[in-house]
Nanobody, 126 residues
């Protein structure tokens, strides 16, 4: 499975961006998918996740109320709509697929995910 994240860019505070994560190769339904981000000098952190069966997402506190995660199972694609962006949202954003139940039970843990995309850079200027 290959994951391709896209949609990043340079925006101003208050703007919106929509990230996409397309799966290719030997695709199959993933129990859960997630978005993580890594700012310079910081560890990769959880942003949001969504399970195959539920349409509602699970969010980090920093993302609640501003970000919306969604997925299109037929198209093997996941999205992250980011509104009201802040400078502290600046980071490389990574998408991930989890094949095990860990990705549902422990969505915040990097180790719960089996495949990772290459990342897309989001830069928010003040």
């Amino acid at each position: 499975v290959q994951l391709q994240a896209s949609g990043g860019g340079l925006v101003q505070a208050g703007d919106s961006l929509r990230l996409s994560c397309a799966a290719s190769g030997r695709t199959f339904p993933s129990p859960a998918m997630g978005w993580f981000r890594q700012a310079p000098g910081r560890e990769r952190e959880f942003v949001a996740s969504i399970t195959r069966r539920r349409d509602t997402g699970y969010y980090a506190d920093s993302a609640k109320g501003r970000f919306t995660i969604s997925r299109d199972n037929a198209m093997h694609t996941m999205y992250l709509q980011m509104d009201n962006l802040k400078p502290e949202d600046t980071a490389v954003y990574y998408c991930a697929h989890g094949l095990r139940s860990d990705s549902i039970a422990y969505p915040r843990d990097l180790a719960s995910y089996d495949y990772w995309g290459q990342g897309t850079l989001v830069t928010v200027s003040s």
